[in-house]
């Protein structure tokens, strides 16, 4: 069983039709590829970068020519399959004598000693985020559910193992944390349409091989095991061992593993895969974990995750997917690197390189419109508590004309985060009955604070979701006007506006729609009235702010109509 040379890969071809491909399939033309089919959306995530980088690894462009040449035209498939070829001893399944694919090689000291006396694990774990005995005897699964998939095929445990040691999620104690530490925020630039190829999808975020110097790492380490970490002896970390960059090639960032791990692949009979419901004839139930794998540290950058920094002098810090569950109010930080300090460049939030160099290298050459997808789960350790992914457009202006929309679009969400929590605000002096303190005043914080305690789960966060979710089409279409206008001296007010009624029509009506209803009595109908004209004050403020000032021009816009 092998991942470069079985066709394992669930796809949908351009007429329609379900397939199951090998990896170098992705670059047929006659009925080509349009989409992988995974059986779970974090495992669409997880093909996407194993095929990213696989290219990386085994057909990377020397340059932007070449890049262009391979855009327009696709590589024939036994070119890429021969690419592929030279790794394929790195990606077996199940070589309990050598190196498996994401797997301890067996030649790590003491390893079949330790191995011999870890326990058996229900393969479960592996996908998604592991189960404690704890959580499996209370019956506190919540995100991952127990014994809903007891038995998986060998290679869909491939790629959860692929998946765990390149999210790090599965992390607490001595088991080590991914190279971009635990649960990392992907972001990938796919083209803007459900018919473009997947080939395409997955080459615009490969690096060209000149450039690959902006990725951390030893380019003169050229050792499979240098860029597959399993083709050699486990770099253990019993001390905390670093392992820095220089330790390895750039490419390893592509293929980390943290963990030390080993999948039990045993025939079975007549048995299905619990994910994907195919015939299995070899399957995985159980795998066993020891701690103190590679503790990778000191500069980690990898390319397709943003990253924040304090300091110049500080290492980057990889930024956490659950920030892909705020959809477009990421949009100026996950495309531009952004500074909290213009003038010594004090680096705050910086975009993923394979961003950056869509940006820098090839939107000038590609005739589609593009957008942004990220994806990555909102866990703590081991604890996965959801997955998150939203699609937000990329932006297709001249350079001179950048940091003006940055500006206009960093306004116009200070806008819309000052809207919400007025809206926020107005639902709890409805739903709720306030404290008094000792000079009458009206005070929700007890309410408040409550809510805080309940976290993610709290009924009160759909206020906040359906809002964003609300503006998604009005963000784009203000999107492309402020492009169009571009540098034009002023504030566009006027786009401005648009975007403003968009808000307060969404305040308004959810406001009647979940606040209206609650009043069970007098005394209830007062407050929802006052939390009310509350909203309304906050989304037609009287006193001065940027606020009244578009609302003003509106007005004046009508009246003059």
């Not at 000191?298 to 304090?310: A, C, D, Q």
């Not at 004309?401 to 200070?414: I, R």
């Not at 169009?484 to 648009?498: E, N, S």
């Amino acid at each position: 069983m092998n991942l470069i040379t079985d066709p394992w890969i669930p796809v949908i071809r351009k007429d329609g039709t379900s397939d199951t491909i090998m990896p170098w399939q992705i670059a047929e033309t006659e009925n080509p590829v349009i989409e992988i089919n995974a059986p779970r959306p974090d495992f669409q995530g997880a093909l996407y970068q194993f095929l990213i980088g696989l290219l990386q690894t085994c057909f990377a462009p020397e340059d932007e020519d070449e890049w262009e040449d391979y855009w327009k035209k696709f590589p024939e498939p036994t070119e890429l399959m021969n690419a592929f070829g030279k790794v394929e001893d790195a990606f077996e399944l199940d070589n309990s004598d050598g190196p498996a694919f994401m797997q301890e090689h067996p030649d790590t000291d003491k390893h079949y000693d330790i191995f011999e006396k870890a326990e058996w694990l229900p393969v479960e774990d592996l996908i998604g985020g592991a189960l404690s005995d704890n959580t499996r005897k209370n019956n506190k699964d919540l995100f991952i559910k127990t014994k809903e998939s007891e038995l998986i095929s060998p290679y869909w445990a491939a790629l959860a193992l692929f998946n765990l040691q390149i999210t790090g999620v599965l992390a607490w104690g001595k088991h080590r944390v991914g190279l971009r530490g635990n649960a990392p925020l992907t972001t990938l630039v796919i083209p803007d349409s459900d018919q473009c190829i997947l080939w395409q999808k997955i080459w615009l975020n490969v690096i060209y091989q000149e450039d690959i110097d902006l990725i951390p790492g030893d380019s003169a380490k050229k050792e499979l095991s240098d860029i597959f970490p399993w083709m050699g002896k486990t770099r253990t970390s019993p001390n905390k061992k670093p392992t820095s960059p220089s330790d390895a090639n750039p490419i390893q960032h592509y293929w980390a593993m943290p963990r030390r791990i080993r999948l039990k692949v045993e025939p079975v009979k007549e048995k299905k895969c619990d994910l994907s419901g195919e015939k299995l004839e070899h399957g995985v139930r159980f795998y066993k974990r020891i701690h103190d794998g590679v503790y990778y540290t000191n500069g980690w950058v990898h390319p397709l995750t943003p990253y924040t920094r304090s300091a110049k002098n500080k290492f980057p810090k990889p930024i956490e997917g659950k920030y892909a569950g705020k959809g477009f109010r990421q949009w100026v930080s996950l495309n531009y690197d952004e500074y909290a300090d213009d003038e010594n460049k004090k680096l705050r939030w910086g975009r993923s390189l394979a961003v950056k160099h869509y940006y820098d290298e090839k939107k000038h050459k590609i005739a589609v419109n593009t957008k942004l997808w990220c994806f990555g789960y909102d866990a703590v350790n081991a604890n996965v508590k959801c997955w998150y992914e939203s699609i937000m457009p990329t932006f297709q202006v001249p350079n001179d004309d950048v940091d003006a929309l940055k500006d206009h679009v960093s306004e116009a969400l200070q806008i819309a985060y000052q809207l919400v929590e007025a809206l926020r605000f107005s639902i709890i002096r409805a739903w709720f009955r306030p404290q008094t303190d000792s000079n009458g005043k009206k005070k929700w914080n007890h309410v408040i604070s409550a809510i805080n305690k309940t976290g993610h789960l709290s009924t009160y966060k759909n206020i906040e979701y359906d809002y964003w979710e609300s503006l998604e089409e009005e963000f784009s279409a203000m999107l492309d006007k402020l492009i169009v206008y571009g540098q034009t001296p002023g504030k566009p007010l006027q786009i401005y506006v648009q975007w403003i009624k968009a808000i307060q029509k969404h305040c308004f009506n959810y406001f009647d729609r979940n606040a209206l209803g609650e009043a069970v009595d007098e005394r209830d109908l007062r407050r929802v009235v006052e939390a009310k004209s509350y909203l309304r004050e906050a989304l037609f403020p009287y006193k001065k702010s940027f606020l009244k000032e578009i609302n003003e021009f509106r007005k004046q816009r009508e009246v003059a109509a």
